[in-house]
């Protein structure tokens, strides 16, 4: 039998890379590698198989004169700047709704404490 180091039996592994990945229109900085710190570009494609992202501004020449993009590994870039679509901004906005929640959650107010050690005669 023989053994495929790309398949997984797990399918939220597979599931979160893909939901994970750069995405297409995501302007990205690369920061490590050859190509460091000098390129900002978009991303054209994303290559999850062989684990590289192109983008781009980041091409070289190959021996019979045409240019191709180069594969830059996903870890060696930042995002900065999104493309929002409004399925994007609904999930950031409810994110932002339920953190907000969860801040507030388990406080207590100092009016609450103050009310509360007055009734039970507290220090």
């Given at each position: 039998?023989?053994?495929?180091?790309?398949?997984?039996s797990?399918?939220?592994?597979?599931?979160?890379?893909h939901?994970?990945?750069?995405?297409?229109?995501d302007?990205?900085?690369?920061?490590?590698?050859?190509?460091?710190?000098?390129?900002?570009?978009?991303?054209?494609?994303?290559?999850?198989?062989?684990?590289?992202?192109?983008?781009?501004?980041?091409?070289?020449?190959?021996?019979?004169?045409?240019?191709?993009?180069?594969?830059?590994?996903?870890?060696?870039?930042?995002?900065?700047?999104?493309?929002?679509?409004?399925?994007?901004?609904?999930?950031?906005?409810?994110?932002?709704?339920?953190?907000?929640?969860?801040?507030?959650?388990?406080?207590?107010?100092?009016?609450?404490?103050?009310?509360?050690?007055?009734?039970?005669?507290?220090?």
């Open positions: 039998m023989t053994f495929n180091p790309f398949l997984t797990d399918r939220s592994k597979n599931r979160k890379r939901f994970n990945a750069p995405s297409h229109d302007e990205v900085q690369v920061v490590q590698g050859h190509y460091g710190g000098q390129q900002i570009g978009k991303v054209v494609q994303v290559y999850r198989k062989n684990y590289v992202i192109y983008i781009k501004r980041v091409k070289c020449e190959k021996a019979n004169g045409t240019s191709v993009h180069v594969g830059i590994h996903p870890s060696k870039v930042v995002i900065t700047r999104l493309k929002l679509d409004k399925d994007q901004k609904k999930i950031l906005e409810r994110k932002a709704k339920s953190q907000q929640i969860g801040n507030e959650k388990g406080k207590y107010k100092e009016e609450l404490i103050d009310k509360c050690k007055n009734e039970y005669n507290l220090l």
